[in-house]
């Protein structure tokens, strides 16, 4: 579990579980699939597939708040220039593989996953690749990247930058301040 949550060396974990890392190395790639088979009987595991999202989150009849936003993951710099050109985030400086996830707003856990893209991928054009299918009466918070994205849901909420640094109006109403997560 440490391994997952903050993905420190092996040599690290070594030390903490006195283990060589070697043995660290076979208890960890050993452990991952019953790690995994876990999750899945326990249905904790997000949804892959954009489809089945809508059926797996559905709500019953209730509008539920979801959050779309892209991740970047750091990755090791490529040797070869045309990976280095793909996986660069011009934003970051770095070097990443990117995903989309959809989070439940009042939960706080992920609905959906999506497949991992090249660091340079907009986060609009993955979720529109994905032709995610949402739970009827959704609710769906997005952030300023995801401009003109406006699937078949309840409703949208993007936040439009302010002329004061820092601060954000909501969309629709048009009050400054952070989202309700209540609704």
């Known amino acids: 579990m440490v391994y997952q949550k903050a993905y420190p060396l ?73 990976k280095q050109a793909r996986h660069s985030s011009g934003k970051h400086k770095t070097h990443c593989d990117k995903n989309v996830v959809v989070v439940n707003a009042k939960t706080t856990r992920v609905g959906y996953l999506s497949q991992t893209y090249a660091g340079k991928s907009h986060d609009k054009k993955i979720a529109d690749h994905a032709a995610l299918c949402y739970p009827p009466n959704t609710i769906l918070y997005k952030d300023t990247g995801f401009p003109g994205y406006e699937p078949a849901v309840g409703q949208t909420r993007q936040p439009k930058k302010s002329r004061a640094k820092g601060t954000y109006r909501r969309a629709r109403s048009g009050t400054t301040g952070r989202w309700p997560v209540s609704e």
């Open 10 to 82: 092996q040599a690290l974990l070594g030390e903490v579980f006195e283990l060589s890392q070697s043995r660290v190395n076979y208890w960890v790639h050993h452990l991952l699939p019953f790690l995994q088979q876990a999750l899945e009987a326990l249905e904790v595991l997000p949804e892959r597939s954009p489809s089945q999202f809508a059926h797996q989150a559905g709500g019953k009849g209730k509008a539920t708040a979801w959050i779309i936003d892209g991740t970047d993951r750091r990755r090791q710099r490529p040797q070869r220039p045309d």
